[in-house]
């Protein structure tokens, strides 16, 4: 155990998570001219953004800072992996953690493990990734804040589970147990030629807003209970590589699969830097 990460990572506990998230929504979205070029100029040179790759590259082109935060990249600058077996990164980020579920227990950090039905909410689909593949990535500030699609699928139910809003920094993944199972989080399960496909948006400290291109920004305002819709209807499919989400501020992506859709695993280790599109592994 490392002291000071123990320390940090207790305080959060005692913090009015949403509150907190609530007025950094607020902020971040000001629309005075002088007051959002500001934040945009200082907080993108404080995280070292790459303005390179930006679409758009002048701060007075950003209504607000979450536009920015959630900027378009510049055409083409995130190629889609084109083998037709290959399941790609949904997003940009670090590599957490990856590999192997064993029964129902994801690895968290070292040490540490939670459990698939409380990712999930319990829903019946849990049982379907048991013993499967998992992928968490972690998005720093920094980073592009959209979330694509690892492989075409459609969608068959999205779920809304409110929850804390746990920092998902390194520290304190390593320190707080369960907590992608605690943090409030959008699950979106997809039918594939593979088997079911979950992609897990998880909410975190200053981070209570996401948001999927089907049914625009979830989160605020704070739900109070778990909402589960059936999408199945809408027969919205999206292929590969296309936009799934985003977060309008930085977070953590979970990606599931069932047991059988994996032959191989690309050789990622934690903290290894993935962007969108980037091969993960490869389909049976």
Known sequence: MRPIESILAGVQYLLPHHLLSSLVHWFMRIRVEWIKNLQISLISKLVGVDW???????????????????????????????HPSSFVSPCDGKISQAGRITADRILQAKGRSYSLGELLAHDPSAKEFVNGFFHTIYLSPRDYHRVHMPMT??????????????S??????????????????????????HGTMGLVLVGAM?????????SGVITPPRGRKVVSADMARRKIKL??????????????????????????????????????GQKLGRLR
């Open 52 to 82: 390179s790759e930006s679409r758009q590259q002048d701060v007075s082109e950003f209504e607000n800072f979450n536009a920015f935060f959630t900027r378009e990249l510049a055409k083409d600058l995130r190629p889609i992996d084109p």
């Open 153 to 166: 699928g459609r969608l068959q139910r999205m779920i809304h589970v409110p929850g804390r809003l746990f």
């Open 168 to 193: 998902v920094a390194p520290y304190t993944v390593r320190q707080v147990p369960n907590l992608f199972a605690r943090n409030e989080r959008v699950i979106s399960l997809f039918d594939t030629s």
């Open 206 to 214: 200053l981070v209570s807003s996401m948001q999927t291109v089907w």
């Open 239 to 276: 292929s590969k590589g296309r936009e799934m989400g985003r977060f309008n501020m930085g977070s953590t992506v979970i990606l599931l699969l069932p047991p059988g859709a994996v032959s191989l695993l690309e050789d990622y280790e934690p903290d290894d830097v993935v962007i969108m």
